[in-house]
């Protein structure tokens, strides 16, 4: 597709392979928001990375057991996959899958971005039609990006970038699996973290696990487009399935768009 893979340092020196070396310093610093509101990970756990990206989420996981983590990465876009392989490729309990997840088995048709990668997306409809949300999420993360340079974009500016990110997209056929075909076929008896960030599909990953398989799961966190009720019905989901302990949040950079995380996880003694 012709984005080179590069490689670039995160704050604490670590090395990942990226396609952009901002984007991934940006992803990196969304990391440790995803570890709040009682979300844990453990020496020992399970973590499902539904829209891993590059797979900086895995990396950090990993990291934090000392290896001693089962993961299992979900990238459906071949040129983002390829980082997400070698960045995961040191830890010998990481996979990497070339899904998208859905409500059931399929294909769809991504749109994959070069010069944004993260916002590769087979729901394009969620910033498509909605005046200036692209726009102020570009302007959120400059203003908390972890590098000072972003901090000075203007106000002005924000329009013309947006539309250079979403510049000669690219559609990708990918194969589209659930949650719970993917448990089945990696014998998970327990999933301790469901980590979703999948732009839009966030929803139908989550129809698609089967009432037998919500015991397994123990937390939950997602990003979730509040599209017409989106938000509410995640929220529902969840509790109904026993995941009761459960906030709901927006981030600083994304105060501004339809975009909150919604952290939950089942009640602890």
Known sequence: MGKKMNTTALGDGTQVFCLRPQEAKVLDDHVEGYMT???????????????ANIGIFGVRMAQRCGGDIK???????PEIRAC???NLKPWPNAFVLPFGIARERGTA???YFPNAPSLSSAHL???????????EAVVGNARHAPMWYAKLLPR????PLARWLTKNPIEVQCELRTVSEIMAEHNIDQLDLLKIDCEGAEEEALIGI?????????QAVIEVHDIDGRLARVEAILRKAGLTELVTEKEAALENTRLSNVYAHRPRD
């Open 37 to 51: 509101h009682g979300i844990q990970v453990k020496p020992g756990h399970t973590v499902f990375d539904i829209g």
């Open 71 to 77: 993961l299992i990465a979900f990238e459906p876009i």
């Open 84 to 86: 997400t392989e070698a």
């Open 109 to 111: 048709t991504f749109t």
């Open 125 to 135: 409809d969620d910033w498509e039609g909605q005046d200036g949300v692209l726009e």
């Open 156 to 159: 002005f500016l924000a329009g």
């Open 210 to 218: 089967s009432e037998s398989d919500w015991p397994k799961i123990q």
